[in-house]
């Protein structure tokens, strides 16, 4: 079994950064891909970024690719998520996943086996 925590959200301007965290406890995460995530009230998650086991490969949305750049420390178990050039329209609750199934990461959210219970990020105009 393998626990995420996120952490970083907040407050933040438009055209600001942040950058948000994900600790693993439990298992391992090293082997596994990790994905993040965001949920909107009444929407549904939507994929963000993933990364390989070994960060050879990375993936974006299409509304946060250029902006949001997706990292991992396999020696401390940990993820991140840097988000550059925020935009109101980035405000939301970001998940992070561990997939370990697929080492090299996936877009769908019924492909990862544990998530985090998020933290918010909110981006004001």
């Known amino acids: 079994q393998v626990q995420l925590v996120e952490s970083g959200g907040g407050l933040v301007q438009a055209g600001g950064s942040l950058r948000l965290s994900c600790k693993a406890s439990?298992?391992?995460?090293?082997?596994?891909?990790v994905g993040w995530f965001r949920q909107e009230p009444g929407k549904e998650r939507e994929f963000v970024a993933t990364i390989s086991w070994n960060s050879a490969y990375s993936n974006y949305g299409d509304s946060v690719n250029g902006r949001f750049t997706i990292s991992r420390n396999k020696a401390i178990d940990e993820a991140y998520l840097e988000m550059d050039s925020l935009e109101p329209e980035d405000t939301a609750v970001y998940y992070c996943?561990?997939?370990?199934?697929?080492?090299?990461?996936?877009?769908?959210?019924?492909?990862?086996?544990?998530w985090g219970h998020g933290t918010q990020v909110t981006v004001s105009s």
């Open positions: 996943a561990a997939d370990q199934t697929r080492v090299w990461g996936s877009r769908y959210t019924e492909d990862y086996d544990f």
């Open positions: 439990g298992r391992v995460l090293g082997h596994y891909a």
